[in-house]
């Protein structure tokens, strides 16, 4: 019989103890989180800094990460799409940590799946997608995943949690790579505030390439199937909303990392989302995800469209 492969034995045979260390216990927080959804399913009333409604779950999930993270003494400052300004506890401690606490939350009340997504990085923010040290991503679905890579060369792991009341994480998929043909697709915003080029390019995703929509409303789960079965998912620029509607620091740049790690590419429409500078932690992005050559034809498209512009 293979032997297990637990998420903290695999992340210490090949990162840095500190880093290794933190990913571990970032998975031992799951089973914390999982035994409160069913406990929190209304709205909680307030709304965060976007303006948006917090759901129960939101609040707390926001707040049980931000405790557990900085009592791990590995992280100095936490970024929170929940959070009103970063939570600075350690100078001493070696990582920031940004996360989109409960991606898709508004799936809560229809039981459908949603996720936590984290970026790790040793220097202070802001910073570049190029400089972070790590990417992970939980899926709360049928069974439970963790997904990380540490970038250059390092791979993209995907673990599945144990069984009820076990905290450990156990190898899945080692060096995960995407098909090199797309078979998916999912694109959020309304269709109507699409320009003219992307709603040209997205029906030769029908046409031209294939490909069957799927779109579940966490940008996670998307984002899952994506990688899995190749494809694109897309939160595109708009005309009321230029900057599209997912953030570069909670969203944009951690998955980019994944992504690109995992043989895919990615885009705010001109160049690679870990290449997007931006003071504004809070700030969002144009997103598109996937195969490369999905990626380079929608670049290509966008160009065509702009230079008939001028």
Not at 72 to 100: C, H, Q, W
Not at 128 to 140: E, F, H, M
Request: aromatic share 10%.
């Amino acid at each position: 019989m293979a032997e297990e492969i637990t998420l903290g034995k695999h992340a210490s045979s090949r990162l840095s103890a500190d880093l290794a260390a933190l990913i571990s216990r970032i998975g031992q927080m799951t089973p914390n989180v999982k035994a409160e959804f069913p406990k929190r399913l209304k709205g909680a009333g307030a709304k965060n800094k976007f303006g948006e409604v917090q759901k129960e779950l939101d609040a707390w999930t926001n707040g049980f990460f931000v405790d557990s993270l900085i009592k791990t003494g590995l992280v100095r400052a936490v970024y929170s799409e929940e959070l009103d300004k970063p939570y600075i506890y350690n100078d001493s401690a070696p990582f920031v940590v940004t996360m989109d606490p409960l991606d898709g939350s508004s799936n809560i009340a229809t039981n459908n799946v949603f996720g936590t997504i984290f970026g790790i990085y040793r220097e202070d923010l802001p910073q570049t997608g190029r400089k972070l040290a790590c990417a992970i991503y939980k899926l709360y679905g049928p069974i439970t995943t963790l997904v990380y890579t540490a970038g250059n060369g390092t791979g993209v792991h995907e673990f599945v949690k144990q069984r009820a009341g076990e905290q450990q994480y156990l190898l899945l998929h080692e060096d995960l790579k995407m098909p090199a043909k797309g078979e998916v697709f999912g694109i959020g915003a309304d269709p109507l505030e699409w320009s003219n080029e992307f709603m040209a390019f997205a029906k030769g995703l029908f046409k031209k390439h294939k490909l069957k929509v799927r779109y579940c409303g966490a940008f996670v789960g998307d984002f899952s199937q994506v990688l899995h079965r190749g494809g694109l998912f897309s939160y595109p620029s708009t005309k009321k909303n230029k900057e599209g509607k997912l953030r570069l620091y909670f969203e944009g740049a951690p998955m980019a990392m994944i992504m690109e790690e995992a043989g895919g590419a990615s885009s705010n429409g001109s160049i690679s989302l870990l290449d997007v500078e931006s003071p504004d932690i809070d700030s969002r992005v144009p997103l598109y995800m996937g195969n490369k050559y999905l990626i380079d034809e929608l670049v290509a498209a966008l160009k065509k469209g702009q230079t008939y512009r001028e």
